[in-house]
């Protein structure tokens, strides 16, 4: 067993961004507030209730080649992932407005770390409604506060997001088809009916960084002795930007990990297998209070 797996009290817990997170039910509503249970409701334009299924099936490939408007960045070995992929969607979100920001990860994560309960995207969501983030050159990412002006230059944050919720599930073995029903963080169906109406996913992995090459689409390899859950390097979050369903299907992720480049192809088995949790930033507000 690794220190990134761990079990207790009959749960398995997977590590992210230095706290130990349920791998089975990231978002389980026994563990959520009231108030973060309210954001674990999809809207309607993402699942039809009354079919069980997404209300847009199939849509056309969606290419990322907004997120490449966004410089590339790099966690530098730091578990920082949730701090890049939360600005990041914010990032994204102010694009499709016309509007170009530089946002600083560091400032997040400051916020995050003194924000209590899990470090999960969750938590990250339910911060970033109350606190706004602020421009880079405010808040350096490497740098140690305190950071003159920044926290009145923290405008930028969330004023609508939902949560996406993994259903637990006993199963062990990756080859059964994983929960490929309902508005479930594993149902690519459902992501790409996201993705299609122009909204990115923030996702977080249950990830084997060694496993994957920049030039090939990664895939899942769990341990043989406990599928699907023991993986090599503990959880990691990304931004879902597009996919492609011409040959082997993808989702295209934008990374904050120097092993990869900006951007990786993660196919829809490994989605399928590994996801644990998700969220999708739906509004964003320029003019948080100090």
């Excluded at 009145?152 to 997001?161: E, N």
């Excluded at 899942?220 to 996919?243: F, N, W």
């Amino acid at each position: 067993m690794n220190d990134f797996l761990v079990k207790e009290d009959n749960r398995w817990l997977v590590l992210l961004d230095g706290e130990y997170v349920p791998v089975d039910i990231g978002l389980s509503r026994e563990r959520l507030t009231p108030v973060d249970s309210a954001f674990a409701v999809v809207p309607a334009q993402f699942w039809d209730d009354g079919n069980a299924r997404p209300p847009i099936l199939t849509p056309p490939s969606v290419s990322p080649a907004l997120s490449s408007k966004i410089p590339p960045r790099d966690q530098l070995g730091r578990a920082t992932c949730v701090a890049f992929a939360s600005v990041a969607a914010i990032e994204l979100r102010a694009i499709r407005s016309g509007k170009l920001l530089n946002l600083s990860p560091e400032y997040a994560y400051s916020l995050f770390s003194q924000a209590p309960g899990l470090g999960s995207v969750a938590k990250a969501m339910s911060v970033l409604t109350k606190s706004g983030v602020c421009e880079e050159q405010y808040c350096p990412y490497g740098s140690r506060g305190p950071w003159p002006g920044a926290r009145m230059q923290a405008k930028f944050g969330i004023s609508d997001y939902f949560l996406i919720d993994r259903k637990p599930s006993d199963r062990v073995d990756c080859s059964e088809a994983p929960c490929e029903y309902g508005p479930d963080v594993t149902n690519t169906a459902f992501l790409e009916c996201i993705l299609a109406q122009d909204f990115e996913i923030i996702i977080s992995l249950n990830f084997a960084f060694k496993t994957a090459r920049n030039d090939l689409i990664f895939d899942p390899e769990p341990d043989p002795q406990r599928p699907c859950l023991s993986m090599k390097t503990g959880a990691h979050a990304m931004v879902i930007v597009g996919y492609d369903r011409s040959s082997k299907p993808y989702f295209v992720c934008r990374n904050s990990n120097a092993t990869f480049h900006e951007h990786m192809s993660v196919s829809y088995d490994a989605i399928r297998a590994l996801a644990l949790s998700g969220a999708v930033v739906m509004g964003i507000s320029q003019n948080m209070p100090p």
